[in-house]
């Protein structure tokens, strides 16, 4: 996948995944099956968790609700 997002934008968006799959795990889901609980496809999600996907905010709260967080519980990076 070719993207012209900044070194900067690509780190944001590898912690923002790291802290998913993190959440994800700690929740007990595989990703394919948390992928199937929020209605997103499990590619989707991987590439989320990678780091590769600029996120819309309609999946943000997906995957929010799916880890039973708020939106901006799962975007304070300060929380581990």
């Known amino acids: 996948m070719t ?14 995944g790291a ?10 889901f595989s990703q394919e099956d948390f992928a199937l609980e929020i209605g997103l ?10 780091g ?3 996120l819309a905010l309609l999946n943000i709260r997906k995957i929010a609700a799916g880890l039973k967080l708020t939106e901006s519980k799962l975007l304070d990076f300060s929380l581990k």
């Open 19 to 28: 802290r998913v799959r993190a959440l994800r795990k700690k929740a007990g």
């Open 41 to 50: 496809d499990r590619t989707y999600m991987g590439g989320v968790e990678r």
């Open 52 to 54: 590769e996907r600029n």
């Open 3 to 16: 993207n012209t997002y900044s070194k900067k934008d690509r780190k944001y968006l590898q912690s923002f």
